[in-house]
């Protein structure tokens, strides 16, 4: 198959600016809010931006879940549903839609990726210490794995912790270190390989096709199952197209079947894969499917819509088909090497090579004066909220669980995350985001650490109240006040 030529656009000027390739045709008015209100608002909300009210957010950079926009094409194929309980044409269209773009025969719905999680972790998890050796972890998936008395084993390269970084492919599992694991453990004690493309965690780094290549016969020598998280599956397609010399000339959609191909089980959130909501898993083995099956309806619903509504599930359809399309895709990379690149130029510590998902800023670096004992991520990211109005993710220690005895397990890497969904920001925004950030970066040390005040058992970081450890945000405040004057 020959490769579909993506666009792209030179400027005269040499300047290398992403060009939108899209056109607006459905808005939402933004506020942007006072400084003194977006102080208040990190006070009701424990200082953590999940739990800020939109009506406070300017730009909202929290995540791609669900946020991403959505085309015109999948807007209209919800309209023509069908509502039924079982049988449903909808879910039809999306199974066809999966054998085509992810080349999986059988497919499981479920209301989203976690829920992929959950019954992939029940399903396979026998026995308390049974081990999942993978690239890196995501949040939900270690939630579930460890729920179910099941533990994991992160296997990356060394670069892969290197903030600043020219590797390619910072997401690619070790391999030597792999074989080495499963000889140790057993592979009585090992239910499956988890490849996260994409690894979310640490900045949304890509693995190579040649690392999956090699992993998969290490599955194959040891008669071990590869569980491909496809959540990030297309930007992980697309960084191989422009990293990987053997595809430089492949298509999204070839590049995709080999990554499915060589995996035994797909899983992904739709919320970002597809720019939908739902989830879903695949599989080519009748065998898995069964082992799979009735967990849908005991935790989702029947096997025809698995917890999606049936037009999102239209939108899935469409979705899919379009993570084929490199123009569409690179949309969001692009704007993030943007972003990335000119930060890095301004001197703000990001992690490179840019990325997918969001531009990533080394909050240990940044926040070097804040112990990690002070979450200096989750401060970094209620200090940017409170001078921009922009609402960025902690992914660092905050985003960690306690271990089995209750204590802090600290994160490898303290980042904030400010995710660019794709085709939802203009270029100016992300100038702006550029602008405070380096801002603020100027100002760092008048950022302070944050303690916790409320915190809950499991996923702490999604409903954690924190508080600031001094008067720090009001001295912020008063130094924004003293540059910016009357502006917000
Ligand atoms: N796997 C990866 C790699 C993810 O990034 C996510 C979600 C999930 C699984 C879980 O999917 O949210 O549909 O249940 N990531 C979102 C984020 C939440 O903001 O990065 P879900």
């Known amino acids: 198959m020959s490769k579909e030529k993506p666009v792209k656009v030179k ?34 909300g424990g200082f953590n931006t999940f739990r800020l009210s939109t009506k406070d957010v300017f730009l909202d950079m929290l995540t791609d879940s669900g946020t991403n926009a959505m085309s015109d094409m999948q807007v209209s194929a919800m309209m023509h549903a069908d509502d ?26 479920v209301h989203q990726g976690r829920a992929a999680e959950n019954i992939l972790a029940c399903a396979y998890i026998k026995k308390k210490g049974d081990l999942i050796p993978m690239n890196y972890h995501f949040t939900t998936a270690l939630a579930h794995i460890t729920q179910y008395g099941g533990r994991i084993v992160e296997l990356l390269y060394d670069e892969a912790y290197n903030i600043d970084s020219a590797h390619p492919f910072k997401g690619n599992l070790n391999v030597e270190k792999l074989e080495q694991v499963i000889v140790e453990t057993g592979v009585e004690n090992i239910p499956f390989i988890r490849m996260e493309a994409s690894t979310n965690l640490i900045g949304g780094q890509p693995f190579s096709i040649r690392n999956m290549r090699e992993v998969r016969k290490i599955a194959d020598k040891y008669g071990l199952r590869i569980v491909l998280d496809a959540s990030l599956l297309g930007e992980n397609a697309y960084l191989i197209l422009q990293r990987e010399p053997e595809f430089a000339d492949s298509s999204m959609a070839e590049v995709i079947s080999i990554m499915t191909g060589l995996s035994d089980i797909v899983y992904f959130s739709a919320r970002k894969l597809s720019s939908s909501r739902g989830g879903g898993i695949c599989t080519g083995e009748l065998k898995i499917y069964r082992e799979l099956e009735a967990l849908v309806p005991l935790f989702e619903g029947f096997l025809t819509y698995g917890g999606i509504s049936v037009r999102e599930i239209e939108a899935m359809a469409v979705g899919l088909y379009e993570t084929l399309d490199e123009t569409m895709i690179s949309q969001s990379p692009q ?20 990325g997918v998902l969001g531009a990533h ?50 994160a490898d890497m303290e980042l904030l995350r400010l995710a660019v969904p794709r085709r939802v920001f203009t270029l100016s925004q992300i100038k702006y985001v550029e602008d405070r950030l380096v801002w603020l970066n100027e100002n760092r040390s008048l950022i302070g650490g944050l303690k916790f005040v409320y915190e809950p058992p499991v996923l702490r970081f999604f409903m954690g109240g924190l508080e600031p450890v001094s008067d720090w945000p009001e001295r912020l405040i008063a130094k924004f006040k003293e540059d910016f004057g009357d502006s917000l």
């Open 84 to 109: 039924a309980y079982a049988g449903s044409q909808s879910f039809f269209r999306l199974q066809k839609a999966v054998e085509d773009v992810l080349k999986k025969k059988y497919f499981l719905p």
């Open 335 to 354: 704007f993030i090497a943007y972003l990335v690149n000119s930060l890095t130029a301004k001197g703000v510590p990001m992690v490179t090579p840019p």
């Open 361 to 410: 800023v080394d909050a240990m670096s940044i926040c070097s004066h804040i112990p990690q004992t002070q979450y200096p991520a989750g401060a970094l990211a209620a200090a940017f909220f409170l001078i921009s109005g922009v609402r960025g993710m902690e992914r660092g220690s905050i985003s960690n669980q306690r271990d089995e005895e209750g204590n802090e397990t600290y």
């Open 11 to 44: 400027f005269y000027s040499g300047e290398n600016i992403p060009l939108e390739l899209h056109k607006v045709r459905v808005v939402q008015k933004l506020n942007l809010v006072p400084i003194e209100r977006r102080l208040e608002a990190l006070y009701e």
